[in-house]
């Protein structure tokens, strides 16, 4: 039974002493490439994170694998200890210089990613590879004051409200998918031409622009006004602020063909700062 | 076994260490730098684009003695293959002004003179259209001192510009302009002082593109016309200084009819004057550039084929 028990002890500590390679290699790995892929940690406390993670595993495996003197154990204690610490300490460091905005989609298959050098105000948007890694891809137009928020409006499109410094709201949409082949670009607002309804709200696209109607009041937004993120979600501008995000749903079809039926929902998502939740649109007919 | 293992973690332990060391001073120092510029980057990074770009060394264009460069948004000009350079009071665009597409690396051909008595350069000036002149600025002491004339005013925005001297005195200019499709005035100027005044000679007789031109001595000049389909020679020839101009006669053989199309600049050749007829931009008689050889025995009024010459001799 204890022989059992020893021979379990052990395959548990190497394989926590392969994870602490693991570990180890992956951060040695990151730091050769980083340079050269120009690539970063999606989120910059992950370094230390890991770090963490790796010397735990590697305590634990040397406690399970080897028998230790007392004196050595103490040493070991106190190095770990300290190397826990600083990491700790750098990690919140980090975070005060960088503050790092990530979510995780719903389906687990794309993660959005801001930072925002908080001395400076600027915000970069990145765009991730191999769920940990990221590139920046563009910096944000205004700088972040403190309020903002992330809602996945479909499994592959992201928006981010935020609050700026002039106190206007603005949205900024990552979207990391397409609703026809994937061949051609095409725009959302002519898309989704026609009318369309939901629960107190209507929503109509017509050559005018797209007029929102919430609980009988109409606002109209010229196409000047409405700017498109990737080819799944507009935004709708009013005062140079943002007002609203419509984005195609996971069911929308794209036809090349506008005189075919609508297959599909958008999702009209208000622009505030308050708990809201995105509203599902049904088509209703043409214009 | 045991010391394996204890060896591995302290490397591990030491590597994480040093990484971490190296990571925190770089993401706390650089801060993210997107791929794609945008108007934020743009702002921030105004002021290194606004210092003064350092003056590169100046390379000559070719390997001639006397020769020119237009490094650094001016034109200067060495009589020593680069080891001196003398800068030519102008501006580097008004040396391109008017139709003119290419990058600005090196000067129009034939818009200039280099040699070592005398450096001359045809210019325009002048802000709208109606104030737009044809200048020369030239100098006959290698660039000590610089003298500047006006050969016509105005003058619609240049195409064809030459401008050459034979002697000390005598020089000619010819310029185009006001190009409308295939169309467009054209005008030779001649000067006996040295450039300091021009007139000008009879008005061209026809409003096809110029091709080439040029004097061979103070009274006979030549105009030949047709650039883009010429399907014979077109030549125009002064023998008074240009009071008049008159239809030059080529005596085509039948077969080299529409294929040799284009007159080049006649040279004097003894007590005759030589022309070399190219086939124009659309020749493919033998590769398209074979020229023939006409000869002159009138002073340019009729011209007799003489000789068929490989591209080769030419040069």
């Keep these: ?287 | 076994m045991k010391n394996v293992i204890l060896v591995l973690s302290g490397f591990m332990i030491a590597g994480l260490i040093i990484g971490t060391y190296f990571y925190h001073n770089q993401a706390s120092a650089t801060l993210p730098q997107p791929n794609q510029p945008n108007d934020l980057q743009e702002n921030t990074t105004l002021p290194d684009e606004q210092e003064q770009p350092q003056p590169e060394p100046l390379q000559p264009v070719n390997n001639d003695t006397i020769t020119y460069t237009l490094q650094n948004d001016e034109l200067n000009i060495t009589f020593n293959n680069g080891n001196d350079w003398v800068k030519v009071p102008i501006e580097k665009d008004q040396l391109f002004e008017g139709e003119y597409n290419g990058n600005k690396q090196e000067l129009i051909e034939n818009s200039y003179m280099l040699t070592e008595n005398r450096v001359a350069f045809i210019y325009s000036d002048g802000v709208d259209l109606e104030g737009k002149r044809i200048r020369l600025i030239y100098s006959s002491d290698q660039g000590i001192t610089w003298k500047e004339s006006v050969v016509i005013e105005p003058f619609p925005p240049m195409r064809f510009r030459k401008v050459d001297f034979l002697n000390d005195q005598f020089g000619y200019a010819i310029i185009s302009g006001d190009r409308t499709m295939s169309q467009e005035y054209s005008r030779a100027f001649i000067t006996h002082d040295g450039g300091e005044t021009w007139e000008a000679t009879a008005e061209s007789p026809t409003t096809r593109l110029i091709a080439f031109g040029g004097f061979v001595d103070e009274t006979t000049g030549f105009l030949s016309y047709g650039t883009i389909n010429p399907e014979e020679p077109d030549v125009y020839v002064t023998q008074d200084s240009g009071e008049t101009w008159n239809e030059a006669v080529f005596n085509m053989p039948v077969k080299y009819n529409r294929v040799f199309v284009q007159a080049e600049v006649p040279v004097k050749e003894e007590d005759h004057l030589v022309v070399l007829v190219n086939q124009g931009p659309n020749g493919d008689y033998k590769g398209g550039l074979v020229k023939g050889e006409f000869i002159s025995e009138d002073n340019g009024l009729t011209w007799n084929f003489s000789a068929e010459v490989q591209p080769n001799e030419t040069e």
């Design chain 1, 1 to 287: 039974m204890k022989r059992n028990k020893n021979r379990l002890m052990k395959r548990i500590g190497w394989i926590l002493f392969l994870c602490a390679i693991g570990f180890f290699g992956l951060q040695m790995g990151y730091l050769l490439i980083q340079d050269r892929y120009q690539v970063e940690y999606i989120d910059n406390r992950l370094f230390y994170i890991i770090n963490i993670f790796c010397v735990i595993c590697l305590s634990l495996a040397i406690l399970l694998l080897l028998k230790l003197t007392k004196r050595f154990k103490l040493i070991g204690t106190i190095v770990v200890g300290i190397f826990m610490i600083i990491q700790i300490v750098l990690l919140v460091d980090s975070d005060r210089k960088i503050n790092n905005i990530t979510s995780v989609s719903p389906n687990f298959k794309h993660v959005f990613s801001i930072k925002e050098n908080r001395d400076s105000g600027e915000s970069f948007y990145y765009r991730s590879y191999y769920g940990i890694l990221a590139r920046p891809k563009e910096s944000l137009p205004y700088e972040i004051a403190e309020d903002y928020k992330v809602e996945w409006l479909a499994k592959d499109v992201a928006a981010f409200t935020y609050e700026t410094a002039e106190n206007t709201i603005q949205q900024f949409i990552a979207t990391y998918g397409d609703r026809g082949g994937g061949i051609a670009y095409y725009y959302v607002g002519a898309e989704m031409q026609g009318v369309w309804q939901g629960e107190n709200v209507e929503v109509i696209s017509d050559p005018d622009g797209i007029t929102v109607t919430e609980n009988g009041r109409s606002e109209l937004f010229e196409w000047e006004n409405i700017h498109q993120f990737g080819t799944l979600a507009i935004v709708l501008k009013k005062n140079n602020e943002a007002a609203w995000t419509i984005s195609l749903d996971d069911n929308f079809v794209v036809h090349s063909d506008a005189l075919e039926d609508k297959v599909g929902n958008i999702r009209l998502y208000k622009a505030t700062m308050e708990k809201n939740q995105p509203i599902k649109l049904q088509y209703q007919a043409s214009y």
